[in-house]
C-alpha cells in the first residue's frame, strides 16, 4: 500500500468536489452529458458503496428520451449525498465546504 501524503487527501477531495459540482450543473443544465458521464464514472469508482446506484444512473443516461431528468437526478443527488456522508464524511465535508465556496 502507497504512502498517502496530506497533499493526495487535498487532491481527492478537490477532485470529489469537482465532480460532484459537474453533477449539480448537469442538473441546472449548464454541464454537457459527456461531462456528466465521466463525473459518475470517477466517483462510481472512487466511492464503491455506491456502484449500484451509479449503475442505474449510468444506465439511464442511455435511455434519455424515456427519462424524467429532475425526478432522477434529485433522486440520485439525495443517494448519493446521503452515502457520502455516511461512508466518507471528513471527506464529504470537506468537499461540500469547496462546493459552497464556488
Known sequence: MAFRTDADEIGDVSLIAENLLTIRRYWDGQAMREELKDSLSF???????LE?????LLESLQ?????????????????LHLAL??????????ALRILKER
Open 43 to 49: 466517483l462510481k469508482k472512487r466511492f464503491e458503496d
Open 52 to 56: 449500484s446506484d451509479f449503475d442505474h
Open 63 to 79: 435511455h434519455e428520451d424515456e427519462v424524467d431528468w429532475r425526478e432522477l437526478f434529485r433522486q440520485a443527488w439525495n443517494r
Open 85 to 94: 456522508k455516511r461512508s466518507h464524511c471528513t471527506t464529504y465535508t470537506e
